[in-house]
């Protein structure tokens, strides 16, 4: 069964300082992975996504995320955090497409934001 | 404008009433999905439909009922049986690539 760990409930970082949100699946093949933002009272918001290619995806927003497979992580990542970034963080990993697609979500991380 | 809806924004359920959340999506998507969200449990899945007429269970299905009668269409009705209904309830949709697109939520509360 695939899953889905985010270690930290909580970040706190200054605005204008890098950010690293850690990801860690678990999932017997090459997984489809998504980055997803929730800012409060919202839905999801999709950041990024990986697939296959080049392990360093772009997203929205100046996120970015690696997929390293030795690690099974898929950490996102920011080299200047701005204030309006404080929001949840949602991991989750899929199986590719032709069967029943469920992805599995992680349990977030919320991202706080100091002046 | 491409997209996925949901009303009401906010929803208030007295003790024995059924309450359905509507779900409509005009992205031409085949599967939609139903989670429920609390406080530090991320997404929880309820039901999914992968076409129209056809869906199954999630993890948590026990007290919620859905009907897919048509591809834009996905309600939720959340019964009497759910003990703990309030929650932030999300309705997501995916054709046949592989990403999720959600809707912006709708918030029961029980009075």
């Known amino acids: 069964a695939q899953s889905v760990t985010q270690p930290d409930i909580h970040i706190t970082v200054s605005e204008g300082a890098s950010l690293e949100l850690r990801c860690n699946y678990s999932y017997g093949a090459t997984p489809y992975l998504f980055w997803y933002v929730q800012s409060p009272g919202q839905g999801l918001q999709l950041l990024l996504k990986?697939?296959?290619?080049?392990?360093l995806v772009q997203g929205i927003k100046g996120f970015e995320a690696e997929f390293k497979r030795s690690q099974s992580s898929f950490n996102l990542r920011k080299p200047s955090v701005h204030w309006s970034d404080a929001a949840e963080y949602f991991c989750a990993v899929g199986a590719p497409p032709g069967g029943s697609y469920i992805p599995t979500f992680g349990r977030g991380t919320s991202l706080i934001v100091h002046p | 404008d491409g997209g996925i809806t949901q009303s009401p924004k906010y929803l208030f359920r007295k003790e024995g009433q059924n309450v359905t959340l509507s779900c409509e999506q005009n992205?031409?998507?085949?599967?939609m999905y139903w989670y429920r969200q609390d406080p530090g449990q991320g997404l929880r899945l309820i039901y999914y439909s992968q076409i129209v007429n056809d869906f199954q269970k999630g993890d948590i299905a026990e007290g919620y009922s859905v009907s897919r009668e048509k591809k834009e269409s996905f309600p939720l009705t959340v019964t009497s049986a759910q003990k703990n209904p309030t929650a932030f309830y999300l309705c997501a949709s995916r054709r046949n690539q592989e990403t999720q697109y959600f809707g912006p939520g709708t918030r029961l509360l029980v009075l």
């Open positions: 992205l031409n998507h085949d599967a």
């Open positions: 990986y697939f296959s290619g080049d392990t």
